[in-house]
């Protein structure tokens, strides 16, 4: 199966995804994840890359195409993948149409997660995530059961992402609702398309994908 969670910054994309690559078995393929591991390694990717994400815009369709044909092209991608953060413009909906055909995979559904700017903001701004196993958490919606530690994987370090700040945040939006909210349109035209209400709890939303996804 491969399906695309489709939704504004904040939405719960990664979230949902780490749960969904637990139940199902499938890949997480997460394009803004593999961008800031390019940054980190200071890769020729990474250096394009940096200043365009910490201005909370959009990297170049020909960069991220790029990064997804190679992550596609590793043999554990072949269990199914969940796309976290991409496409995000027509052009890398019809390259991502491209690089599935190639391969004999099929599209199997896209879930648009819908959610309201106003809670957008409030969901980044208290954002943080294990440092060794990218379990994510939040400020008040969901803490570490024992404070300080990862309920994942035990580790005591957290961090935050830099493009985590109301400015960059307000940025991101506005490139959501003008490059990537029209693939709504775009996947209704080939009947994929199913719309969960993001803003229910993080375990409704889930049972919510599980049953647009039965
Ligand atoms: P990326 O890393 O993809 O960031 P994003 O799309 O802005 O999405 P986020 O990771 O901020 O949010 P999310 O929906 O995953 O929410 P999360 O589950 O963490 O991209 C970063 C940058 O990389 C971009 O700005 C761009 O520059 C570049 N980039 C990446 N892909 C690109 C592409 N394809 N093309 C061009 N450029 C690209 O949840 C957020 C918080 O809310 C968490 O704290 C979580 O615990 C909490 N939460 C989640 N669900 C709920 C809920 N239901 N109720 C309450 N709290 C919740």
Do not use: W
């Amino acid at each position: 199966m491969n399906i695309i969670l489709l939704g504004p910054p904040g939405a719960g994309k990664g979230t949902q995804a780490r749960m969904l690559t637990d139940d199902f078995g499938l890949v997480q393929l997460s394009t803004g994840d593999l961008l800031r591991a390019a940054v980190a390694a200071g890769s020729e990717v990474g250096k394009k890359a940096k200043a365009v994400m910490a201005a909370g815009e959009l990297v170049s369709d020909e960069i991220v195409i790029g990064v997804v044909a190679d992550r596609l092209d590793e043999p554990d991608t072949k269990a199914g993948v969940i796309f976290d953060g991409f496409p995000r413009t027509a052009a890398q909906a019809r390259a991502l149409d491209r690089l599935l055909a190639e391969k004999g995979l099929t599209l199997d559904a896209v879930v648009a997660m819908d959610v309201d700017d106003d809670l957008l903001v409030d969901r980044v701004a208290g954002r943080f995530t294990c440092a060794a196993c990218g379990e994510g958490y939040h400020d008040t919606h969901k803490r570490p059961v024992r404070e300080g530690i990862c309920d994942n994987c035990g580790a005591t370090e957290f961090k935050r992402r830099a493009d985590d700040n109301a400015e960059t945040v307000r940025s991101r939006l506005t490139a959501y609702h003008a490059d990537t909210a029209p693939l709504i349109g775009y996947y209704t035209g080939t009947g994929k398309l199913k719309t969960v209400d993001g803003m229910a709890d993080i375990d409704e939303v889930a049972g919510a994908i599980r049953d647009v996804l039965a």
